[in-house]
């Protein structure tokens, strides 16, 4: 039995040591839907009563979209910091605009039209879905606009390797 209680409090002393609680587990379901005072926002600025009319896929999507944008800016900073100008063309401006104009605008029109549906029993189901397909419409084009930049971005890189990797091939000879 004293072996048992010695190795339970050794057990106990190095979970404490890393910083552990035994016998505590926070499970967090991925699938549960999501509580809008737990969402931070990296890069997005939305307002977070429009975000109250949204289904659970679609503030989902906005996390995935807010965490590519955070990608994205992380690596047009990386490049100033490397004193390499990010090249300015159409598609990221017309991405920044979507993001921090007409997605506000888009949630707030979302959520007013939810607001007119819930205090007016005259409002067709018809205006709402076709209200929520316009949204994920638009997310989803967001989305791919966003996947496109990430994409040229990773393109850029791997250029760049392989130049660098034939410079120092060429210099090796």
Do not use: C
Request: charged share 25%; net charge neutral; hydrophobic share 35%.
């Amino acid at each position: 039995m004293s072996i048992f209680y010695l190795s339970r409090k050794g057990w106990h002393a190095f979970h404490k040591a890393v910083g552990i609680t035994p016998g505590v587990l926070i499970y967090q379901n991925a699938n549960a839907p999501l509580s809008l005072s737990n969402i931070s926002w990296q890069q997005l600025n939305l307002n977070k009563k429009h975000l109250k009319a949204l289904a659970d896929n679609q503030l989902r999507q906005l996390q995935h979209i807010d965490e590519k944008v955070a990608s994205y800016d992380d690596y047009q900073i990386e490049l100033k910091s490397q004193e390499k100008m990010p090249e300015i063309t159409e598609a990221p401006f017309v991405l920044h605009k979507m993001l921090h104009t007409r997605l506000p605008e888009l949630l707030s029109s979302y959520y007013q039209l939810t607001i007119i549906k819930s205090n007016a029993k005259s409002v067709n189901n018809q205006s709402r879905d076709e209200a929520g397909k316009l949204l994920q419409d638009v997310l989803d084009k967001i989305e791919q606009r966003l996947d496109s930049l990430l994409e040229q971005m990773e393109q850029q890189q791997l250029q760049d390797l392989r130049i660098m990797k034939s410079y120092i091939d060429s210099h090796n000879h």
